[in-house]
């Protein structure tokens, strides 16, 4: 309840079906060029979406530049990642593992791309949930099993990974107190000392996001 509203894009707006299939989807080796990588590789849910590599590694064993950003409450985030200021859509920034050459994460290809989408579409249950998540294609005799509506899904998913019950949101709720060296640290955080919230700055702070200057470290 102390959170805004996460916006969804107007043409892929938030359902139960869709976040469900996005899940499964998310977790599917199948859905890789050499069908040993999903998205889960580089973001387990146990090292809060991340993997805790310096460098993640993708389907044909390239190293990423990066290692891989942790994924919870990235519903509300204004900018995707430090390196491109003009991803700012969830949608876009999965087609970037998804699709990217340089270096190769997930690896779809023109090549292994339909392969890959008959694949998931041999499977019964995957299939019912394609078809339960855009039943306006279905309604349309349109193929739901198709690449746009995997990012959409994916996207969706991820919308839904909220984290609202840390001991700092306990904190902004009035239903916990940080200790006197947390006190300390928050002071420096959103202090002039320190600056930290020049950059590091949402709504999940209790501090509204002020559009700033797009600085890549």
Not at 59 to 68: I, K
Not at 73 to 93: F, G, K, M, P, Y
């Given at each position: 309840a102390h959170f805004t509203p996460p916006q969804a894009p107007a043409d892929n707006p938030m359902t139960q079906a869709k976040f469900e299939l996005g899940r499964v989807l998310f977790h599917d080796l199948r859905l890789s060029g050499t069908g040993i990588q999903s998205c889960a590789s580089c973001h387990r849910q146990e090292r809060a979406f991340t993997d805790g590599l310096p460098l993640s590694r993708g389907?044909?064993?390239?190293?990423?530049?990066?290692?891989?950003q942790p994924l919870?409450?990235?519903?509300?985030?204004?900018?995707?990642?430090?390196?491109?200021?003009?991803?700012?859509?969830?949608?876009?920034?999965?087609?970037?593992p998804l699709f990217g050459t340089h270096p190769i994460e997930i690896g779809i290809t023109e090549a292994n791309r339909d392969a890959i989408l008959q694949l998931l579409r041999s499977d019964p249950a995957l299939l019912t949930r394609f078809q339960q998540a855009y039943p306006a294609d279905v309604a349309q005799n349109s193929d739901p099993v198709a690449l746009p509506r995997i990012v959409q899904a994916l996207a969706t998913y991820q919308r839904g990974l909220v984290s609202a019950d840390s001991l700092f949101d306990?904190?902004?709720?009035?239903?916990?107190?940080?200790?006197?060296?947390?006190?300390?640290?928050?002071?420096?955080?959103?202090?002039?000392?320190?600056?930290?919230v020049q950059c590091h700055v949402s709504d999940q702070l209790g501090q509204p996001f002020q559009p700033a200057p797009f600085h890549n470290t």
């Open positions: 389907a044909t064993g390239d190293f990423t530049s990066r290692n891989s919870a409450n990235v519903a509300w985030q204004q900018t995707l990642t430090w390196a491109r200021s003009d991803l700012n859509s969830i949608e876009q920034q999965a087609e970037v306990r904190v902004l709720q009035g239903r916990a107190e940080l200790d006197a060296s947390a006190q300390r640290g928050r002071e420096l955080f959103f202090g002039e000392r320190a600056r930290c």
